[in-house]
């Protein structure tokens, strides 16, 4: 029972890496993917075909995987940030299918469709939690830097904040670039958890899923992307027994969220700075 | 050669059937400016009524096609009025519109996993699909068929649109949806009309894929390429649409047919993107400006 | 255990039982689950368990995705305590659980995941908690070269396999190889992408060119049926069809009289008298016809398969449940008498049927002995 639960934990703060990346470039930049599957795809194989093959030591070989994704990342975007809404979102959905179907086919490296199984079980649940805390404390400091403030820029006014002398291209493209980063270190992690790798794991229902736990969470808030993932991850074992209501109640779920309350769970606001508040008043009362 | 042939005639068949789920959903983005995904639901749910119908009236299929395509429609303005509406009236941000449509995406299709379950369902044989032969060559009798009814739908669709006093008013509002409203326009009786008839082209297509191929609640699936077909032709263009469906269905023949079928999806999404390279708006579609 | 002997109570032993029951294979899954819930229902009732153990199905849903089947095999053995998994159909989500069951010390018994790699890994090694009730693709796909060249005389064939599956990957490769021993000559082998496509018109013509007489379809039963619908309508005439164990009845309500003429490799027929009174029990309890009737049958003999091991081990640990499983000697159940060979944990001397598409049904056609190939 307790390995299970290990399990679900593990797998958690996996999803939570991935979908930290994606609320940086939706819920803070305003840019909409759904390909990001893609980038964990990338992370995932360069780790599992550099443990296995090239004996590299798996948390260099997670890095390296991040690495690669943020180059794949950088190619794609420079050109493909000039499109606009939904044009990007399409365009994400054909790159993020191409990706994947380049996996497919590359035989000779990654076994295609028949997948590449026997990966070292590297990510227990040390490892997991740390690559969480680290990030998250990355991405809340990236947040608070000037970084953060021009990426909301982007998002908030995409004009006024090239008025203003933001050289908006470039913020698009670091934030993508970020975002990449990050699915790509979930992938290696989600490798080394799996221990077996199928291109069909990173398609279009796994995109679709990131970017519909951080809208759910809360666009702008990255305590309300953790706490997102954290429900859907599980909601979605919890009733494994009922598969097919399941994916009903997901779809109803992410409906319901945006008639009723489309900021998401925690709109723009952190968990702390609920706990901050309070402390505030409680001082002023003193 | 004749292979050449014979495969653009494949090629241009299921084009054809991408140009009727395509011009439904660039209809829809002209007026509302997002991509609805629950397109391929009302797809699905045509293709479902159509057969519970004909199980049902002993194989009539004028009484179950009417039946389909009125209840995908009905299907298209519920979602829209559920889920859509409210979202639309609140704010101008079309990302909300999008995460949405995809949880009705998901709904849609997980309502006929529990209620039809998971088997593959045939149509009943009541459109005919004997081959005709030209020389070499193998034209089969619904192709045709697919042919005749898509080119009669569609420009029945642009007669609507260009002769009617609500096409008139649908296309002031693919313009600029709020002067539209200024001008009188009931905005929302106009968007209804226009999901009830993505609803219904949705479900014509639908019936032509369970027929040709099989009837199963992912069916839906196939929709992603008729959007990538309506960003190759421009979105929000109704004859771009047809343009990048005919592109695709011909470009996919003829990569499985000639190079490798493995490739088939590579040179679909290859092509995407170099449209857009290209051309941001697609081949003819009008510039859009951010509203995000 | 050892409370309940004590008290005298009944005990319970959970078998997990691995099924797609939604997405793609779906109707395969939810036909062995209920078969396999028949089978309890009277192994419990006959009480063949030692102790009066009663035994206790637990099913889990993979949405037909290996990945799901990873998470779900973990639930099973780890918050359900099952002490053996039956299931599942698919070579591809058997291989990838493997390693699981084999680190966790569970017995798993696959239906009909033919592919050799299920209970032997890549070095050649049996896996020691992995086994099967069904013949083997390599075997498999010699009784189709043989039968298509040898006994149907047909030497010009054309493959269309699906590049995304183990299964179809492995019957290609053995059919091609014994295929050219027999003297065949393949014309055509074109691939595509289970579950995803759905038009073969492509392909077909390009297959059509190659003038074959007989194709070959190494498939499951959507993607084989679309096949042989749009061949048909291609006008694609005077060529055989062939396929292996992946045929259901379903095809037919799909395929319609295309499928009229052609030839299956399978573990089963449908006509078996000794089969009737499973198919009759099924309607029964379930109103519904046993269309996935490979499923069906395979699904049920593994749960007697399991029973009888539990009963030699005489408890239902888990190792002594392995143990017992590698030594089944001539258990006689309701589609064949099963030898495990303990080199390759498949089951010995497996025969073949071959059944032919006629009036609407599959029937019994011929029977393929190991050694008269």
Redesign the interface.
């Known amino acids: 029972?307790?390995?299970?639960l290990e399990?679900i934990i593990i797998?958690m703060c996996i999803n939570s890496i991935a979908a930290m990346g994606v609320s940086l470039l939706?819920g803070f930049t305003?840019i909409?993917t759904l390909g990001h599957a893609a980038y964990m795809a990338i992370g995932a194989y360069t780790t599992g075909i550099l443990t296995m093959k090239h004996d590299v030591h798996w948390l260099l070989a997670v890095m390296i995987g991040g690495i690669l994704a943020v180059a794949v990342a950088y190619l794609i975007g420079v050109?493909?940030l000039?499109?606009?809404?939904?044009?990007f979102?399409?365009?994400s959905?054909?790159?993020g299918?191409?990706v994947r179907?380049?996996i497919?086919?590359w035989e000779s490296l990654t076994r295609?469709?028949?997948?590449l199984?026997?990966i070292d079980s590297f990510t227990t649940l040390p490892v997991a939690l740390g690559f969480l805390l680290t990030l998250t404390i990355v991405t809340s400091n990236i947040l608070k830097s000037s970084y953060g403030r021009a990426f909301k820029a982007c998002?908030d006014d995409?004009?006024v904040a090239s008025l203003l002398g933001f050289d908006t291209a470039k913020y698009r493209i670091l934030s993508l670039c970020i975002s990449a980063f990050y699915c790509g270190i979930a992938g290696g992690l989600f490798a080394g958890f799996?221990?077996?790798l199928?291109p069909?794991?990173f398609d279009?229902q796994k995109s679709?899923e990131l970017?519909?736990v951080v809208?759910f969470g809360g666009?702008g808030s990255l305590s309300g992307t953790i706490l997102g993932t954290a429900i859907i991850t599980l909601v979605t074992?919890l009733f494994?027994?009922i598969?097919?209501?399941r994916?009903?109640i997901?779809?109803?779920?992410?409906?319901l969220v945006?008639?009723f309350k489309?900021e998401g769970l925690m709109g723009e606001k952190e968990l702390w700075s609920l706990f901050k508040r309070r402390d505030e008043t409680w001082r002023k009362r003193s | 050669m004749e292979s050449f042939i014979q495969q653009l005639i494949n090629g241009l068949s299921l084009g054809s059937v991408y140009a009727l789920i395509a011009v439904g959903y660039s209809l829809v983005?002209s007026i509302l400016?997002?991509?609805n995904f629950a397109h391929g639901g009302f797809l699905v749910t045509g293709g479902y009524i159509c057969y519970y119908a004909l199980i049902s009236t002993g194989n009539n299929i004028w009484i179950s096609g009417l039946l389909a395509l009125c209840g995908a429609g009905l299907t298209a303005i519920i979602t829209e009025r559920?889920?859509y509406k409210?979202?639309r009236e609140?704010?101008s941000?079309?990302?909300?519109?999008?995460?949405?449509s995809?949880?009705?995406?998901?709904?849609i299709?997980?309502?006929w996993?529990?209620m039809a379950g998971g088997r593959f369902r045939a149509i009943p044989p009541v459109l005919p699909t004997y081959p005709f032969k030209m020389g070499n060559l193998t034209i089969s009798s619904f192709d045709l068929l697919v042919f005749g009814i898509t080119i009669l739908l569609l420009f029945g669709l642009e007669f609507f649109l260009q002769k009617t006093k609500w096409g008139l008013a649908i296309r002031a509002a693919a313009y600029d949806l709020r002067v539209a409203a200024l001008m009188g326009v009931n905005v929302n009786k106009l968007i209804s009309i226009v999901f009830f008839l993505a609803g219904l082209l949705a479900a014509v297509s639908g019936i032509f894929l369970s027929v040709r191929y099989t009837l199963y609640p992912q069916l839906g699936f196939i929709t992603?390429k008729a959007?990538?077909a309506a960003?190759v032709g421009g979105?929000g263009s109704l004859r771009g649409a047809v343009l990048g469906s005919l592109i695709l269905g011909t470009a996919e023949m003829l990569t499985a047919g000639f190079i490798s079928s493995?490739?088939r999806?590579?040179v679909?999404?290859?092509l995407?993107?170099l449209t857009?390279?290209l051309r941001?708006?697609?081949l003819l579609g009008k510039a859009?400006?951010?509203?995000? | 255990m050892l409370f309940a002997s004590l008290s005298g109570a009944q005990t319970v032993v959970k078998v997990g039982y691995l099924a797609a029951?939604?997405g793609d294979w779906a109707a395969y899954g939810q036909t062995e689950v209920k078969a396999a819930q028949l089978a309890v229902e009277e192994i419990n009732a006959a009480g063949i368990l030692p102790g009066g153990l009663k035994i206790e199905l637990v099913p889990?849903?993979f949405?037909s995705?290996?990945?799901d089947a990873?998470?779900?095999v973990?639930?099973m053995i780890?918050?359900d305590k099952v002490v053996a998994i039956v299931g599942s159909n698919s070579s591809?989500v058997n291989?990838?659980v493997a390693?699981l069951v084999n680190r966790a010390g569970i017995p798993q018994i696959g239906t009909v995941s033919t592919n050799p790699r299920v209970t032997v890994d890549?070095n050649g090694k049996v896996r020691p908690y992995s086994f099967r009730i069904c013949f083997t693709d390599p075997y498999q796909g010699k009784v189709l070269a043989y039968y298509a060249a040898k006994k149907l005389n047909l030497k010009k064939a054309a493959i269309l396999y699906d590049?995304?599956?183990?299964y179809s990957?492995g019957l290609r490769e053995f059919f091609i190889q014994n295929y050219k021993k027999y003297g065949g000559e393949i014309v055509a082998d074109l691939a595509f992408?289970g579950g995803v496509d759905v038009d073969f018109r492509a392909q077909l013509t390009e297959i059509a060119k190659a003038k074959p007489n007989v194709i070959i379809l190494p498939n499951m039963g959507k993607e084989m049926a679309l096949i042989i619908k749009q061949a048909k309508e291609l006008g694609i005439k005077d060529v055989v069809f062939m396929g292996g164990d992946g045929y259901a009845d379903f095809m037919w309500d799909i395929a319609g009289d295309a499928l009229e003429g052609s030839y299956w490799v399978n573990h089963v027929s449908p006509e078996d008298p000794a089969l009737q009174p499973f198919f009759e029990k099924y309607k029964k309890k379930y109103n519904d016809e046993c269309k996935e009737f490979v499923n069906g049958i395979l699904g049920y003999d593994a749960m007697y398969l399991l029973a009888d091991a539990i009963r030699r081990a005489g408890s239902a640990n888990p190792k002594a449940i392995r143990d017992a499983l590698e030594n089944t000697k001539n258990l006689k159940l309701l589609h064949a008498v099963i030898t495990i060979d303990p080199n390759t944990h498949d089951p010995l001397n497996k025969d073949a049927v071959i059944l032919l598409c006629k009036g609407r049904k599959a029937i019994f056609h011929d029977r393929v002995r190991p050694e008269e190939q």
């Open positions: 029972m307790l390995v299970y399990g797998l939706t305003g909409f050109p493909t000039k499109l606009m809404g939904d044009y979102a399409i365009a959905i054909g790159l299918e191409t179907l380049i497919e086919n295609g469709a028949r997948g199984p026997g998002r995409y004009l799996m221990t077996f199928q069909t794991m279009l679709t970017t519909a809208v666009l074992e494994r027994p598969s097919q209501y994916m009903l997901y779809g109803a779920v992410l409906v945006m008639v489309p | 983005y400016l997002f991509s559920l889920a409210p979202i609140r704010t941000v079309t990302l909300y519109l999008l995460i949405a995809m949880g009705m995406s998901i709904v299709e997980n309502f996993v529990i992603i959007f990538v960003v979105l493995q490739l999806d590579i679909v999404f290859g995407l993107v857009l390279l941001p708006t697609g859009v400006s951010e509203k995000v | 029951l939604t889990y849903d949405r995705r290996q990945e990873v998470n779900a973990r639930r780890e918050q591809g291989i990838a390693p890549e590049v995304s599956s183990d990957q992408r």
